[in-house]
């Protein structure tokens, strides 16, 4: 089974001054402003940065759910961040790490049997594979 989702971006002038729009398929994004002021200079709208974290966060929070699932587990609630880096690196730039940070509420599970469970979600998520960034995950489990 293959699933199809859809992204788009327009863009229009140079990299400093020009401005551009992202949307979904979905329509949950639909001409999102974005640009090098937004992803340089912190003026308000979206960047790509931005979009793989909330992605990447969504993706984890999901595969972690599916495999405390088939656990026999149910989680109380799990909210994660995904810290992206953009580094200057040779001449460019590069995404270089994505720091997972998890607090995840799962009531009566044995710390051990989390730690492998959410372990294997970082491993296993499909945002994750995508990546040849360094993946770091800190997290938090309460009851």
């Known amino acids: 089974m293959t699933i199809h989702k859809k992204g788009s971006a327009h863009w229009e002038g140079d990299l400093k001054s020009g401005k551009g729009t992202v949307s979904t398929e979905s329509g949950a994004l639909k001409h999102n402003p974005y640009g090098f002021n937004t992803r340089f200079e912190g003026v308000a709208g979206t960047n790509p940065e931005e979009l793989i974290g909330a992605a990447h966060a ?35 730039f590069a995404i270089t790490k994505i720091a997972l940070s998890s607090k995840v509420k799962v009531p009566g599970i044995d710390k051990s049997e989390f730690d492998k469970i959410i372990n294997k979600a970082k491993e296993g998520c499909p945002v994750s594979q995508l990546f040849k960034a360094n993946i770091t995950l800190d997290y938090e489990l309460s009851n």
């Open 58 to 92: 969504a993706c984890f929070s999901m595969a972690l759910s599916l495999m405390l699932g088939e656990a026999g587990h149910t989680p109380a609630g799990i909210d994660t961040i995904a810290d992206v880096s953009l580094d200057k690196v040779d001449g460019g």
